[in-house]
């Protein structure tokens, strides 16, 4: 019902700089939430950075406060993040994540396919 499509992932060493983007497409809905997740190896999938729908909230995990900077177009359902001075403990598969309700369904979590993030030391 709700498609998210990431890109801008790639190998970058410690200190270099990425910006992932993804974009929603589908179904009309309303969106609440859109953020990022990472998953490393032999991990669980965390947060990264997450913004609600108005933009007047984001929040971030600790590990890259001052680093990552979270980034939404309301009208193109798009969020990007900017991720500078990355260090080796970033390398994950990074999914974006939505959560919305499309017109007649319930409020649902919707996940794109993720993109990989490896940095170098």
């Known amino acids: 019902q709700v498609q998210l499509v990431e890109s801008g992932g790639g190998l970058v060493q410690a200190g270099g700089s990425l910006r992932l983007s993804c974009a929603a497409s589908?179904?009309?809905?309303?969106?609440?939430?859109m953020g990022w997740y990472r998953q490393a190896p032999g991990k669980q999938r965390e947060l990264v950075a997450e913004?609600?729908?108005?933009?007047?909230?984001?929040n971030y995990a600790d590990s890259v406060k001052g680093r990552f900077t979270i980034s939404r177009d309301n009208a193109k359902n798009t969020v990007d993040l900017q991720m500078n001075s990355l260090k080796p403990e970033d390398t994950a598969v990074y999914y974006c994540?939505?959560?919305?309700?499309?017109?007649?369904?319930?409020?649902?979590?919707?996940w794109g396919q993720g993109t990989q993030v490896t940095v170098s030391s």
């Open positions: 994540h939505l959560e919305g309700t499309v017109l007649g369904h319930p409020t649902s979590d919707y």
């Open positions: 589908g179904s009309r809905f309303i969106l609440n939430a």
């Open positions: 913004m609600t729908s108005g933009g007047s909230y984001a």
